[in-house]
């Protein structure tokens, strides 16, 4: 009798051990599945994953699929920020904090972020009620600073000031609230500098919100430090505050923010992930200016130990033969002679075309390059031919005189083919006299286009 009393309480001791989070999706999406991840830094763990379970309710008369999941969380899960993504199209996520309790919610899987309602979880209901709050009383406040910055004439003083009180209020009292739980550091800061006294022009108005920006934020608290936060007050600080619609100038603030960005970290494994973060925000536009800035005054800078070999050469070799990029370098022999294309000097202007005589594309349109620059001295064409064999390259390089032609064995696995992305043919660079690459047209229309110009 002793022993089975002490196995139903081991099972019920292990049962209550277990942590839950629920989730309910209405509407439901096309997809089944949803990813639980831990986030760590500029970086998300992978913790487990599970399906969606459709049902179907009445609303208002009516059936509406709804989806709905569950996660069984061990009683050692780690306490802090964790995400569930269940679309990897549209930004598909939801942050939430896990504290040792079960977590309960439901959304509208296209606002995860703004619907999400808490059923459970002290933590989480606490600091959704808070954004809430603040964000509505914070907006009261805007509107009357906006009004002013829009017409000076205006005299809004007071009513300034009683906004402002409001919002100061509710910091204050969720402040208090929050005393001893996790969520406190994110209330602390999300506190906004709004200055006692309404501001009357736009430039003193931006020039606070930029230099005060990060003020209340802790660079080195560790329960901001491996969430969403900072890395999505970096994002607003470098890729909306500060701009400019003048492409050099915000090519200069970019710089800026990201210095100040820097000036504020100083844990060393956590700097390495946002410089990793931020290369990856700037190749989303092909930024190389910036990411070689990043590079060269941060990531290199790291300790050795630190940098990623596998991050640098990858970033490298995607980037090596972009616009504005000297083209990488390579070598062949052309009627006895050994070439090299930054040693090249006959022409004003290079077309480099990789093509293949397997390509049927290639056959057509590749002659049709030949005729339409037959006539223009000031462009020289290298054209790289990626072939299994020498064969059919032998015959039909004849029927394009005058080009330097280069064969590239081993056609998709050839070196220099990889070294400048190659995916299709033909492809398309052309070079200033220098090397530099000046243009990625994409079709022979987009050639003609280009020197039809000149």
Not at 49 to 76: C, H, M, R, W, Y
Not at 159 to 178: D, M, P, R, W
């Amino acid at each position: 009798m002793k022993k089975i009393l002490a196995l139903i309480f081991l099972i019920s001791s292990f049962a209550q051990a277990q942590y839950t989070v629920n989730g309910t999706m209405s509407p439901t999406i096309d997809t089944d599945w949803v990813i639980l991840y831990k986030i760590e830094g500029a970086t998300q763990k992978f913790i487990q994953n599970t399906k969606i379970k459709i049902d179907s309710v009445a609303i208002q008369g009516k059936k509406q699929a709804i989806g709905s999941f569950s996660f069984t969380l061990p009683e050692n899960t780690k306490v802090g920020s964790y995400r569930i993504t269940y679309r990897l199209e549209n930004a598909g996520f939801l942050d939430f904090v896990f504290n040792k309790e079960d977590v309960n919610f439901g959304f509208h899987p296209e606002y995860a972020n703004q619907t999400v309602t808490y059923t459970t979880s002290k933590e989480n209901m606490l600091y959704k009620d808070y954004v809430d709050t603040i964000s509505t009383a914070q907006a009261t406040l805007d509107s009357i600073q906006v009004a002013v910055l829009q017409n000076q004439g205006l005299n809004l003083k007071n009513e300034y000031k009683e906004a402002l009180k409001k919002v100061n209020n509710i910091q204050k009292g969720y402040l208090e609230a929050s005393n001893g739980m996790y969520v406190q550091p994110f209330i602390k800061a999300s506190k906004r500098n709004n200055l006692p006294e309404i501001i009357e022009t736009p430039e003193n108005y931006m020039s606070n919100m930029i230099d005060s920006f990060f003020d209340p934020i802790d660079f080195n608290n560790k329960t901001l430090v491996n969430s969403a936060f900072i890395t999505d007050k970096i994002t607003d600080y470098v890729f909306y505050i500060n701009y400019s619609p003048d492409p050099a100038t915000q090519q200069k603030l970019y710089k800026q923010s990201v210095d100040k960005v820097f000036s504020k970290i100083g844990n060393i494994s956590y700097k390495k992930e946002i410089i990793e973060f931020l290369i990856n925000q700037f190749e989303s536009d092909m930024n190389l200016e910036l990411i070689d800035y990043l590079f060269d005054n941060y990531y290199y800078k790291l300790p050795t130990n630190l940098q990623d070999k596998e991050f640098k050469e990858g970033k490298e070799a995607l980037f090596a033969a972009e616009f504005g990029r000297i083209a990488p370098d390579f070598t062949w022999k052309e009627d006895g002679k050994q070439l090299t294309l930054s040693k090249l000097n006959d022409a004003e202007n290079y077309l480099l075309i990789f093509w293949s005589t397997t390509c049927s594309h290639c056959l057509t349109e590749i002659p049709q390059v030949h005729t339409f620059l037959t006539e223009n001295d000031q462009v020289k064409v290298i054209a790289y031919s990626l072939e299994s064999d020498s064969y059919g390259w032998n015959s039909f390089k004849k029927t394009l005189p005058n080009w330097h032609h280069v064969l590239g064995l081993n056609k998709w696995e050839n070196k220099t083919a990889r070294t400048y992305n190659i995916v299709s043919t033909p492809s398309y660079f052309i070079l200033d006299t220098n090397k530099k690459i000046i243009a990625k047209p994409e079709h022979f229309k987009d050639v003609k286009l280009f020197f039809n110009k000149k």
